[in-house]
């Protein structure tokens, strides 16, 4: 066995330090829970950012993976294979959407979407050629490609990453007005998040989705919808966009989609607007290959089988519910909704680092995003006795 302490002292050895991690290594994992090399158990309560919201090797997804692996695993899509068209119908009936297209990240899912709502802008709105303009939302987070990175507001992401893709702008999130006043005859596409993750979990206004959705119909402009963290059953409906009953014209999935064991996105919308797609125009070695596809239909299964949207929404409120009564002077706020939930911290607390690994050393997993909130996103398969295990350890730290 290598201990713990020569894993970390490998990774910063010979790893690009382009993470910080919470000092624990993980060498084990069954639900919620994880275990380092000695032993030590934790309960996960980031869920990878939330591509785990069926928990660590789901059964059913693990029995999938290896059904599949035993029969195959990598076609390119010079041919066709058995698991890409069932995978597209299912999830395109989910979704009620009419066409996928499948990639492997979610970054690559937004790229997708930008070179989509661009040829649409050219081929069906009639923007004049290499003029088309895609509103994006201050603070959002979309990936790390340098398109992507380009237009973040986060120096982090973006310093010294340039130059970038031009004829991208942003407004303030949560600003209906602020979009359509940014709206011009180029405007091709508004991508939102229906609740900013890694920018702390950030809940728009109440109607704000539905205002987005009028202003963009108005103006023929594609509203965009990144479902890449919030959908899935993890805010409590299969998609976060069904909270506000609209549909957006694309949609991006990723994350949970892959069920813990397999990178697998889609980008979803209608046969017209998917329509601009053409032979070699759009592709990827390992996007729609039928292990990822077999490993997402199980994935979508296991959702709604286990109604995890249902149980997301009820553990979700408890959660909540119970980090309130905490009443602890050291939270300023708790939000989210679903099991995407997190904690603001009050100025007097400190950074947020001290508390994650004080969580850690009693026994639970979470990150700080920037340095005063902290983000709860458990497996949706999360029990009530769970939830009070987790917010004991949660007092302990903070009351
Ligand atoms: C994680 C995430 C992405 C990027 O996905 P990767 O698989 O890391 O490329 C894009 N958008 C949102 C909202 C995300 O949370």
Redesign the pocket.
């Known amino acids: 066995m290598v201990s713990s302490e020569e894993c970390m002292k490998m990774e910063s050895t010979y790893g690009a330090h382009n993470y910080h991690p919470i000092p624990v290594v993980i060498s084990r994992a069954e639900g919620l829970y994880v275990w380092d090399p000695e032993g030590k158990r934790y309960m996960d309560m980031l869920s990878c ?2 591509a785990l919201n069926q928990g660590h090797r789901n059964p059913k997804i693990i029995k999938a993976a290896i059904d599949q692996m035993e029969k195959l695993t990598l076609t390119s899509r010079a041919f066709y294979n058995d698991q890409l068209g069932p995978f597209l119908k299912k999830i395109t009936e989910i979704s009620d959407m009419e066409m996928a297209l499948p990639m492997n ?4 899912a ?1 790229e997708t979407g930008i070179k989509l709502a661009r040829r649409w802008a050219y081929r069906k709105k009639g923007v004049p050629a290499d003029k088309a303009e895609i509103i994006v939302c201050e603070d959002n ?4 490609t340098t398109t992507i990175a380009g237009f973040s507001s986060d120096p982090d992401t973006y310093d010294d990453f340039g130059p970038f893709t031009p004829g991208f702008k942003a407004v303030p999130y949560g600003d209906a007005e602020a979009l359509e006043a940014a709206i011009t005859p180029n405007t091709a596409a508004f991508i939102v ?1 229906p609740i900013q ?2 920018a702390g979990v950030v809940v728009p206004p109440a109607g704000y989705l539905k205002e987005v959705r009028e202003i963009c119909t108005r103006h023929n402009v594609l509203m965009i919808a ?1 479902e ?3 959908g899935l059953c993890r805010t409590g409906k299969m998609f976060c966009f069904q909270h506000d009953d609209i549909k957006p014209d694309v949609v ?1 999935l ?2 949970a989609l892959g069920g813990g064991i397999m ?1 697998i ?1 889609v980008v979803l919308s209608s046969k017209e607007i998917m329509s601009v797609f053409t032979p070699g125009s759009h592709g990827s070695t390992f996007g729609g290959n039928p292990l990822a596809c077999a490993v997402a239909m199980a994935s979508l299964d296991v959702l709604i089988d286990e109604k995890l949207d249902v149980r997301a929404q009820e553990m979700g409120g408890y959660f909540m519910q119970e980090l309130e009564n905490l009443n602890s002077p050291l939270i300023k706020l708790v939000r989210g909704k679903g099991l995407l939930i997190a904690i603001e911290l009050t100025p007097e607390a400190g950074p947020a680092r001290k508390y994650t690994e004080g969580l850690m050393k009693n026994g639970l997993l979470a990150k700080e995003t920037h340095s005063t909130i902290i983000r709860f996103a458990p497996s949706l398969l999360i029990t009530k006795e769970q939830v009070d295990d987790a917010i004991v350890i949660i007092k302990g730290v903070f009351v």
Not at 105 to 108: F, K, L, P, R, S
């Open positions: 950012y939330s990240t979610g970054a690559e937004v987070f979309h990936g790390r998040e993750g890694e990144d890449i963290q919030t991006f990723a994350k990178p996105s």
